[in-house]
T-cell receptor, first 116, second 114 residues
Framework: GAGVSQSPSNKVTEKGKDVELRCDPI?????LYWYRQRLGQGLEFLIY????????KSGLPSDRFSAERTGESVSTLTIQRTQQEDSAVYLC??????????????FGAGSRLTVL | GEDVEQSLFLSVREGDSSVINCTYT??????LYWYKQEPGAGLQLLTY?????DMKQDQRLTVLLNKKDKHLSLRIADTQTGDSAIYFC??????????????FGKGTKLSVIP
């Protein structure tokens, strides 16, 4: 697509429920990132996918968080047994090539998650 | 670990210049970036600078880099109300597996007073 598309744009859930967030990267972008943005905070790196390489999961805050990506297309971020501290905007970004030259990320509009 | 610091707020009058400052700690930073986030939107890349450059200018935007002091600034000339947004400084390094990661600051909220 023309840009990075994320869904849902807003999600309100009850504590303890599971949620799934979706990201459609720009076609042809091999690298895909998930970031978390808490209110008044910077971007917190969660996970990185590059082609068929093993993802870098070093930023996932707990084992309740997981993410998958099929090839170089759609990615889903799953949060199990949500907690109130999971409330944040979850941003997805993709880039054409990582590791060589400037790494220009294109961001989606984000999925705002509110856990009651 | 690597850290990127920014002041949280800046307020300027329309037509004045805005200067947003950023400091970083990673001495192996190779690229430094400025992103803009408007309300309800994702981050949009404004500009970036390679670490061996001191300055980069792009229309109303001027980026200054002092690598010795690890200080980066973004100057917006003739600031307009449409420039009101949160501006994020970010850096990436060439250090091994971290080369694909960008470390972001907390963002500076720019308010432009008409």
């Amino acid at each position: 697509g023309a840009g990075v598309s994320q869904s849902p744009s807003n999600k309100v859930t009850e504590k303890g429920k599971d949620v799934e967030l979706r990201c459609d990267p720009i076609s042809g972008h091999t690298a895909l990132y998930w970031y978390r943005q808490r209110l008044g905070q910077g971007l917190e790196f969660l996970i990185y996918f590059q082609g068929n390489s093993a993802p870098d999961k070093s930023g996932l805050p707990s084992d309740r968080f997981s993410a998958e990506r099929t090839g170089e297309s759609v990615s889903t971020l799953t949060i199990q047994r949500t907690q109130q501290e999971d409330s944040a905007v979850y941003l997805c970004a993709s880039s054409l090539l990582a590791g060589a030259g400037a790494n220009v990320l294109t961001f989606g509009a984000g999925s705002r998650l509110t856990v009651l | 670990g690597e850290d990127v610091e920014q002041s949280l707020f800046l307020s300027v009058r329309e037509g004045d210049s805005s200067v947003i400052n950023c400091t970083y700690t990673d001495s192996s930073s190779t690229y430094l970036y400025w992103y803009k986030q408007e309300p309800g939107a994702g981050l949009q890349l404004l500009t970036y600078i390679f670490s061996n450059m001191d300055m980069k200018q792009d229309q109303r935007l001027t980026v200054l880099l002092n690598k010795k002091d690890k200080h980066l600034s973004l100057r917006i000339a003739d600031t307009q109300t449409g420039d009101s947004a949160i501006y994020f400084c970010a850096e990436s390094s060439s250090a091994g597996a971290g080369s694909y990661q960008l470390t972001f600051g907390k963002g500076t909220k720019l308010s432009v007073i008409p």
